[in-house]
């Protein structure tokens, strides 16, 4: 009866078909992003030739520490650098020709073709947040990130037409022993999602892991071919490459995958306080640690990172958003363009604890700067919150709905005779209006990029609402797409492989929390 | 004895003196922007000859309309337009011909001299929020502007550092009857601030009292040689100008004081839909608003103003910090440089509520491209909150504190020796920090931007004290200004002279609310 009585409302009710078709969740992916705007470029090519023999005098005079890896210094001696302990003094332009292998830009394949992504040249590509200890929403507050909540964000990923990748560590899932997280997190990016995703770097062997979960997704001889993995593998700067990191970049390079070799710096910390100076270090821990993943395998694909911030001179924190940042990520990106490699800087960078102005400011100002820097890859572009240790709901559909003002900025200005719209102007004439002419209904629909969260709503309207802020909107928006989300398909054998390849590692070891 | 204890523990309280020291309210103001960076340019050279090809042909086929204004037809008659009752059509080459005698730059005076501005080149002059009938702030809400609001903004202009200019109507001071609330809002700015200020627009007749009032601060002489005012003169798109408007410019260029000649456009209701009809049609309107401007006085100062947002489709809502938004702002820079005239355009415009994260991600986004597109006077530069209807205390000293990210972004990157900073990078060596190095003790002073509000505390602190978010903050920061707030000097005799001036007009007619 009471099914009966729906059915029958629903017939009768074409208002209400029509709002569920209003508010059902299209689940689209948009296009990487291929610029057709210039790069802003605030360095002269004078500086750049300053900058880049600087960093070559540093790596011949100074040197860079490999640490407990002696075969890394094994391979450097052979490829001509003088070893002195762990440290390696690198000749002027050795590192410059070892890199010279890499490629231009590669294709990261997605189980999905559809949504494979070409990085390099004038694309950028979108990832999500990568790291945080933490997560934070409106109703719950801020607390240790688990499993749950990883697979949250991976759904709230897919669900993002303007992200083009699925990330890695979205948060840390604090729940799961240190030692197999990264088989759960995988998992979840591999059967919740069908986007582009990041491997783990947390040991050679959780790296060594990651390949074999791809081979089972995608095929061995295909991952042996392709890369389908973009890893992220950090500079302990100043000038150290921990065994760690090394090796696990050391697993990626011999399988061809992908690696982006960055610096992480807080500027007056890690480097010096000024812009030149940190462009100089970053610079040299870019070439020393790009040389030698091409000396692991020539011809890897490898993308130049610059993770790079100021510091609150008065509380030691790092800050986001800044005049300094901003220069030192433009500058980065002149560095990676004359290097022909792909270019990795940017993201939703703030130091707020909340999703508030503070956040808004600081994020804006970073992402339009990674816009028009020419980043290729943009980690941490949406959800990053206090630094990076909150991975935040809120914030993670806010930046996401951003991206799609970085999609519109990116397309430049079309020119040809629809746009010119003179037939319009003519139409309308002084004292008109535009708003029903025929140039408008023909075009309106495409015209401006378009909010999936922020309010334009008539003052009265809103206050009735509930008079609703950002956050409160972003609430909304998380549970609806959570609601919403439906899982994509994936072949049920492999699927039956990954979850038997996930129990049978976690079985194979003990826990272990540190 | 109350006293003598109070002088007892500051003598003896040297924490007490630096505390009182550190928190003292400073009043500096900077200098305005030099841009050390290029712009930044969307559209292609032969788009721009497409605009402006169109531009002249909308003018010279279509025409604007001077509407109840026969003087301006006969202005434009003797010029060689060609005159169908309130309609001109300008021929082909005539306004820019007649534009020609605009200065490409010019000084406006502030009273105090060292706080004058040079308008156009490089430069960026920046302005708070101009024209809401409301005001907001955390406790009050919601409500219509007094004269003692006008007033606040006025001495939180003052007080803000990176603010070159007091503006004009900081916000509408609903309570002062119509004809008589210039006179007030005039006397504010040229007493309770030393900065350069904007005149009346609401009737040519209190254009002229503005200029008879700046007559009595700056005297008489010094008036008809110099600029002292700045006034914003709004086209009404599409391609009509009104007879207010125009007569208060009138007022203005006989007087050689300047004036913003700016469309005002919801792009796809005033304009057309596209980027470049809009571009187009802001052409047309500068080129004709800008040419009558020197037909009233060939030579008189003149900045090309191009105020234009996009439109919500669904509810018509103007929108902000939109990709499209920006690419007509970077598009009008460039066509205002290739007349070789000063620039107005963005803001910390946003659509939003409240001073949350939608309005600092839309502000964000428009005070960037305003940098990056060569703006030369930045009205509403701070303050602005739901699409320009309020004016907001919180958001006023937020966007204000933000305006110090431009100036950094605008000195661009220091390359001398101290900044390549070498020594410091050879001192540290890999694995060492900064912090402590003879480098950064030498430079961290001025090495970072930074902030007057945000917080980058460390999270305990942060929830111990509060766990504030950045409005609050800003409620904070308002508070401390006024409470600091302290008059520039003024000249008694002069004071009391603007005084009497107001006193006496206001005496000689009865109040209009309409």
Redesign the interface.
């Known amino acids: 009866m009471a099914e009966a009585n729906t059915r029958r409302r629903s017939r009768g009710g074409g208002g209400a078909a029509r709002r569920a078709e209003r508010t059902a969740v299209k689940i689209e992916t948009a296009k990487y992003i291929e610029r057709n ?2 790069n ?4 002269s090519e ?2 750049l030739d ?1 900058i880049e023999a ?1 960093a070559e ?2 790596l011949e ?5 490999f640490v407990d890896n002696p075969p890394a210094l094994e391979r450097w001696r052979a490829a001509g650098a003088s070893i002195d302990g762990e ?1 390696v003094r690198i000749p002027r332009g050795l590192a410059r020709e070892l890199i010279k292998t890499a490629p231009k830009q590669f294709t990261q394949h997605a189980r999905n073709p559809e949504k494979s992504v070409v990085i390099g040249g004038k694309n950028m590509v979108l990832a999500p947040v990568y790291g945080p200890p933490f997560v934070r929403d409106a109703q719950g507050g ?1 607390r240790y990130a688990t499993m749950d909540d990883f697979q949250k964000f991976v759904k709230l990923g897919y669900m993002s037409k303007w992200l083009h990748h699925s990330g890695g560590t979205v948060c840390e899932p604090t729940d799961v022993p240190v030692n197999k997280r990264h088989l759960d997190m995988l998992l979840a990016h591999m059967t919740l999602s069908d986007k582009p995703f990041m491997g783990s770097v947390t040991e050679p062997s959780r790296a060594q892991d990651s390949v074999e979960m791809c081979e089972i997704l995608f095929g061995k001889e295909f991952v042996q071919e392709n890369t389908v993995m973009t890893s992220l593998i950090n500079i ?1 700067s ?3 490459f921990d065994d760690v990191m090394m090796g696990a970049m050391e697993v990626y390079a011999k399988n061809n995958q992908a690696c982006i070799v960055s610096p992480f710096i807080v ?12 462009l ?2 970053v610079m ?1 821990e870019c070439l020393a640690g790009i040389a030698y993943n091409q000396l692991c395998r020539p011809g890897a694909p490898v993308i130049m990172g610059a993770m790079v911030t ?8 790092p ?1 986001f ?4 940042a ?2 030192i990520t433009y ?1 980065a990106g002149q560095l990676a363009r004359r290097l022909g490699l792909p270019y990795r800087s940017a993201g939703s960078f703030c ?15 970073s992402l ?2 990674g816009l ?1 820097s020419g980043v290729n890859f943009m980690l941490h572009s949406c959800g990053w919150l ?1 630094g990076g ?1 909150v991975s935040d709901f809120e ?1 993670f559909v ?1 930046d996401a709905d ?1 991206l799609g ?5 990116a ?5 040809d005779e ?5 037939d ?3 139409e ?8 029903g002419c025929a ?2 209904q023909a ?3 495409d ?5 999936e ?7 009265e309207t ?2 009735e609402e509930g ?1 609703r ?3 409160t909107l972003a609430t909304q928006r998380v549970e609806h797409l959570l609601a919403n989300y439906q899982q994509p398909h994936l072949d049920p054998e492999i699927a039956g492989k990954l979850a038997a390849y996930v129990a049978e590692k976690k079985a194979s070891m003990p826990d272990a929390f540190i």
Chains 1, 2 share one sequence.
């Open positions: 705007i210039p802003f470029e605030v360095l004078e500086a300053i600087n005098t540093i005079e100074v040197g860079v520490n440290r801020r302990n100043p000038m150290t500027g007056g910390a890690m480097a010096p306080v000024s812009v030149a100076g940190t100089t270090q040299a100021s510091i609150d001179m008065n509380s030691g924190a800050t958003g800044t005049p300094e901003s220069h500058g130091g707020s604890k909340l999703p508030d102005a503070q956040a808004a400011y600081e994020t804006s100002n339009n700067m028009l206090e240790l914030k806010m951003q003002v970085l999609h519109g900025l397309k430049g200005v079309e020119m629809n746009a010119q719209a003179m319009a102007i003519r309308v004439g002084p004292g008109g209006h535009y708003l140039h408008t075009n309106f629909k015209a401006f990029w378009k909010t969260v922020l309010d334009y709503k008539p003052f809103w206050e008079a802020d950002t956050r």
